[in-house]
């Protein structure tokens, strides 16, 4: 099977744990470009901090971000598809994160590059979401701070996210399932070696694999001649809808057990290795 889309996931996959593409991905990626093959960053991250690493490789496809909810041309700012949260689910989100003391922000603004709302409260607890907020604002990306969340008018955005340690994000992820269903899509990327867990509430239409699925469509390739690498449960629909799913070594434990071919780790140029093995051949 000849792949024309790869589609790579970013923190734990794309890039190592020193943060980096190294040279031999970087050289990988280009040598697929050169035969016609669109490689494309699909993330969990928001747009603006994905943007620069995707300007910075040159890629000109589509950069799907927010796990899904929102995709546009990096270069342009071009919205290609956006699938935005019901005001008043993030209404009834909002009142859940109050009730159970969670800390989470509110992700606007899908035209320009975005802006993130949060609490006071939360940025002053909270270290690692305090130095989250401002690793993204070096990158264009808006931080407003306010004393509460419940006072703010709410209108459909793209998303709201909460961030926790691994067992408290597992029991908020149970209750919002409980408390509001199928109005919002749980997405959660975790990290049980800093015990700290990402809980991403989208659109009920959302995901990395219809991101994938939409931009393979408009290009005219079929789901089978996608390959997509990725190490994290969000990325498990979409590794599920391609040709080829590649997880990582470092991938969580999880992944591992499901059948997918697997590749060496972020630190050893795993992604190199799937481009060169399934795509440079």
């Not at 598809?81 to 509110?106: M, S």
């Not at 975790?190 to 991403?200: A, F, P, Q, V």
Request: hydrophobic letters at 40%; one cysteine or more.
């Amino acid at each position: 099977m000849a792949y024309r889309l790869v589609a790579l996931d970013i923190d734990g996959t794309l890039l190592n744990t020193q943060r980096k593409v190294t040279e031999r991905t970087r050289k990988a990626i280009d040598s697929a470009r050169e035969i016609g093959v669109v490689v494309s960053l699909v993330t969990g991250r928001r747009f603006a901090s994905a943007r620069l690493l995707a300007m910075e490789l040159g890629l000109d496809s589509a950069l799907i971000s927010h796990n899904g909810a929102l995709t546009k041309n990096a270069t342009t700012l071009e919205i290609i598809d956006y699938h935005p949260l019901n005001a008043g689910t993030v209404r009834e989100l909002i009142k859940i994160g109050h009730e159970q003391d969670a800390d989470f922000i509110l992700c606007e603004d899908p035209i320009g590059l975005g802006r993130v709302v949060v609490e006071n409260r939360s940025v002053e607890r909270n270290q690692r979401l305090a130095s989250y907020l401002s690793y993204v604002n070096e990158y264009g990306l808006a931080v407003e701070v306010i004393d509460n969340m419940a006072e703010r008018e709410i209108t459909d955005l793209i998303q709201v996210m909460y961030t926790g340690t691994v067992q408290k994000m597992e029991d908020l992820s149970s209750l919002i399932q409980t408390t509001i269903g199928d109005n919002a899509k749980r997405q959660w990327t975790t990290y049980r070696d800093s015990d700290m867990t990402i809980l991403d509430l989208l659109n009920p239409k959302c995901s990395k694999a219809h991101g994938v699925a939409a931009l393979a469509e408009s290009l005219h390739i079929s789901n089978g001649e996608v390959m997509a690498i990725g190490d994290n449960y969000n990325d498990v629909e979409m590794l599920q809808m391609a040709g080829l799913g590649v997880v990582m070594a470092n991938a969580e434990q999880g992944l591992k057990t499901m059948g997918f071919t697997e590749t060496t780790s972020n630190d050893e140029d795993g992604v190199a290795e799937a481009i060169e093995r399934y795509v440079l051949i």
